[in-house]
Each structure stands twice: as structure tokens, then as C-alpha cells.
């Protein structure tokens, strides 16, 4: 990728936002000990600095705005939240929140269409955000009820280990959670980290729909498309 296009602001600022707000829940202690100084240990928790709090206070405003930021700038808070040794919750608990969905299982809609078409319309929503989020496609479906895959993915780029890849198992949970089944594992079974071409997250779903014999004409339409 280019020096201009690593600059260009294409991504929402709501990643920068949560990514820091995800922090500051994980550093908030749920409780002071007695014999604890607070004035001396929570300024060393990252998410209770004052600079993290201004930050926070920026990124607000940039989403109120509907402001976006830079690959670079995305990276830079990646490697941030990398430093930590609880990175790997930090990205699960952003992709989660950032997926967007309901977040209360699989709705009305979800328990009567046939599970083939619940995936179909898992697929299309994960497309649809992930783009709104980042600017551009973020990898692609491959054969099979939730397979995606890509290559020189940000995530991949900002951390060449891998723990910043679990934000899109997080993401894709999520949405497989709310659209899918009640219980949804994903697996990123394959990871440009571990030496594999693409990294790829694949799902498996114990799923709860009912699966009637007809669908309601009014759930038909072109507008389902493919996966």
C-alpha cells in the first residue's frame, strides 16, 4: 500500500473510539482495596490515563462528526492496545461492539427462515459493516455456509503476531450470534502469522432455528442476495 493511501482517512473513527473505550473498561478496577492508594495505582492502568481520556473525548467528537481517520492512525492504535498483555480480549470485546447487531440472539426473523438463508443474510451484513467500517471490502466469502478470507488484511499489517486478527473472530461472533444461532464459534483457522497465505475465520454454529416447511412470501425477494 502506498504512502497517500495509508494517509487518506477512510476508516470511521468509531474503531479509534471504541478501541480506547474497550481499554478503559478492562483497566477500571472493580474494586479498590482497602490498603490501595488510588491516587497511585490507577494513573499506571493506560485505560484511566488523562491522555487516554482526552483521546476518547476526541474520537467523540470525530464521530459526532462522522469524521474518519487513517490507515496509519488505525495502526498506530492497533500497536496500542498491543502492548498489552490482554490485546487479544481488548480486539475480541471491539469487534463485538463494532459488529453492531441486535445483540440479544437470533430475532423472529432468524428462528423461522431456513438456516442456508440466515447464513445469506449473516454474510451480507458482515460485508456491508465491515465495509462502512474501513472504508473497503475487507477480505471476501469463500465457499461454505461463513468462510472469509483475506490477505494483507490492516489487522494482519498493524500485527504481523496475529492477536489484532481476533478482532474480526470477535466481529464475526457477534453477528453469527445475532443473525445465526444463539451459540456461534469462529474459528480463524488459518493466519498470515502462522505462515498461511490468507487468514482466513471460519464458522460453526449449533443451530436453533426452526426450519418451517414454507417461508413467508413477504421474507421472499431479490433483495436477499447471494452469499
Not at 459493516?129 to 465457499?143: I, Q
Not at 504481523?160 to 450470534?177: I, K, N, S, Y
Amino acid at each position: 500500500m502506498s504512502a497517500s493511501e495509508s494517509s487518506r482517512p477512510r476508516i470511521a473513527a468509531v474503531l479509534g473510539l471504541t478501541l480506547l473505550e474497550v481499554i478503559r473498561a478492562q483497566d477500571f478496577p472493580a474494586e479498590i482495596l482497602q490498603d490501595e492508594d488510588p491516587t497511585v495505582t490507577l494513573p499506571r492502568r493506560l485505560g484511566l490515563s488523562d491522555v487516554v481520556e482526552r483521546q476518547i473525548r476526541h474520537y467523540r467528537e470525530s464521530v459526532r462528526k462522522r469524521r474518519r481517520i487513517s490507515d496509519t492512525e488505525a495502526i498506530d492504535l492497533m500497536r496500542l492496545v498491543l502492548r498489552r498483555p490482554d490485546s487479544e480480549e481488548v480486539f475480541l470485546r471491539a469487534g463485538r461492539q463494532l459488529a453492531g447487531t441486535r445483540g440479544d440472539g437470533p430475532g423472529w426473523v432468524g428462528r423461522t427462515l431456513p438456516p442456508g438463508l440466515t447464513f445469506r443474510m449473516a454474510r451480507r451484513y458482515t460485508r456491508r459493516r465491515l465495509k462502512r467500517l474501513f472504508g473497503r471490502s475487507v477480505g471476501a466469502f469463500a465457499p461454505g455456509p461463513f468462510v472469509l478470507e483475506g490477505s494483507s488484511l490492516i489487522f494482519y499489517r498493524s500485527d504481523p503476531g496475529g492477536d489484532a486478527c481476533h478482532f474480526v473472530t470477535g466481529f464475526c461472533r457477534a453477528v453469527l450470534e445475532s443473525e445465526v444461532a444463539a451459540e456461534a464459534a469462529v474459528i480463524h483457522d488459518r493466519c498470515q502469522s502462522r505462515g498461511d497465505s490468507v487468514c482466513r475465520w471460519t464458522a460453526t454454529v449449533e443451530a436453533r432455528v426452526e426450519a418451517q416447511e414454507s417461508v413467508p412470501d413477504l421474507l421472499r425477494g431479490p433483495e436477499l442476495e447471494a452469499g
